[in-house]
């Protein structure tokens, strides 16, 4: 009996001993030097995605039509304003071009001044999810 209890105890501490092995081999995969990458590029993501948030902000409808009138309107008005936000949305059946990206509405109204001469049929808007 005495040499079974000795050799249950054995085998526990061999497999603890494994145990521990294991878990500090993974403390190791995370002081990678790939982490600090991995952060950066995670960051820069999360910062494309906050730049252009159509639902919380106030845009400009350009163009409610079709696919070719819609990319032909964006790569227009994209090459004039370059430094104003832009998307083309698929709104089934037709692409929506919106432009701008403004917390106030006055800032929208603002660009639609701007740009009213050149897109007469342009709007504000405030898409919803």
């Known amino acids: 009996m005495n040499k079974l209890r000795s050799y249950r105890v054995f085998i526990i501490f061999i497999l603890t001993f494994f145990a521990i092995q294991d878990s500090t081999a993974q403390i190791n995969v995370i002081e990678n030097k790939d982490q600090q990458t991995i952060d950066q590029l995670l960051e820069r993501k999360m910062s494309q995605n906050n ?60 660009l639609l001044k701007k740009i009213s001469k050149e897109y007469p049929d342009a709007f504000i808007v405030r898409l919803k999810p």
């Open 51 to 110: 730049q252009f948030s159509l639902y919380t902000n106030y845009s400009v409808q350009l163009k409610n039509g079709l696919k070719e009138e819609a990319e032909e309107i964006y790569k227009e008005f994209t090459s004039k304003n370059p430094l104003i936000d832009a998307t083309i949305i698929f709104a089934n059946p037709k692409f929506k071009v919106v432009v701008g990206n403004f917390k106030h509405k006055i800032e929208a109204e603002h």
